[in-house]
Antibody, heavy 122, light 108 residues
Framework: QVQLRESGSGLVKPSQTLSLTCAVS??????????WSWVRQPPGKGLEWIGS???????YYAPSLESRLTISIDESKNHLSLTLTAVTAADTAVYYC??????????????WGQGALVTVSS | DIQMTQSPSSMSASVGDRVTIACRAS??????LSWYQQRPGKSPKLLIY???SLHSGVPSRFSGSGSGTDFTLTISNLQPEDFATYYC??????????FGQGTKLDIK
């Protein structure tokens, strides 16, 4: 059974850097069978895809975050990392990591981690 | 960018009802659509992928249909645990994705 668990900075000051990791168990992050994504959800709002990464290291980002966001894979630790620089209150959200499964007719997200709440406040 | 629009944004229903949630894409996405359920305080869970394929372990009262730009999620015989928020998601532009704004289903 694949499980994802996010951890990292819960409170970040404006203009500083948000860092999260996602520990993966039950699957290998360098498996070519999957890719991985991050999704965030501001309090009381909907889901926003923010970035994806492949085992080869190729990463793709939401245009609104591309200049501030870095997603990477650490094969030795079997985990994913997310770094978001120059944060503002608008970056306050629950951040989820997800496994992306590719099928013939679609890609889909399963499973999801339990989420990590990050609050940006001075 | 492909915009996903769900309707309604919220709705009320009773246990035993049949409900339908719509999702419209701003351009054709084939069958590159998934549905997720999110209960309060919990992570989203996959219900349907490829527009109409039921994810393993999901009750058969959930079904999805559609292709191109118009999709629906139908829940038959609503159960108390089904009151939640539902999201559609397109993967046509993978590895970039987008979600609908969500439909909150609560008890009438």
């Amino acid at each position: 059974q694949v499980q994802l668990r996010e951890s990292g900075s819960g409170l970040v000051k404006p203009s500083q850097t948000l860092s999260l990791t996602c520990a993966v168990s039950g699957a290998s992050v360098n498996s070519g069978a999957y890719s991985w994504s991050w999704v965030r959800q501001p309090p009381g709002k909907g889901l926003e895809w923010i970035g994806s990464i492949y085992h080869s290291g190729g990463a793709y980002y939401a245009p609104s975050l591309e200049s501030r966001l870095t997603i990477s894979i650490d094969e030795s630790k079997n985990h994913l990392s997310l770094t978001l620089t120059a944060v503002t209150a608008a970056d306050t959200a629950v951040y989820y990591c997800v496994r992306v499964i590719s099928g013939n007719l679609a890609n889909w997200f399963d499973p999801w981690g339990q989420g990590a709440l990050v609050t940006v406040s001075s | 960018d492909i915009q996903m629009t769900q309707s309604p944004s919220s709705m009320s229903a009773s246990v035993g009802d049949r409900v339908t949630i719509a999702c419209r894409a701003s351009q054709s996405i084939g069958s590159y659509l998934s549905w997720y359920q999110q209960r309060p305080g919990k992570s989203p869970k996959l219900l349907i992928y490829a527009a109409s394929s039921l994810h393993s372990g999901v009750p058969s009262r959930f079904s999805g249909s559609g292709s191109g730009t118009d999709f629906t999620l139908t829940i038959s015989n609503l159960q108390p645990e089904d009151f939640a928020t539902y999201y559609c998601q397109q993967s046509y532009t993978m590895p970039k994705y987008s979600f609908g704004q969500g439909t909150k289903l609560d008890i009438k």
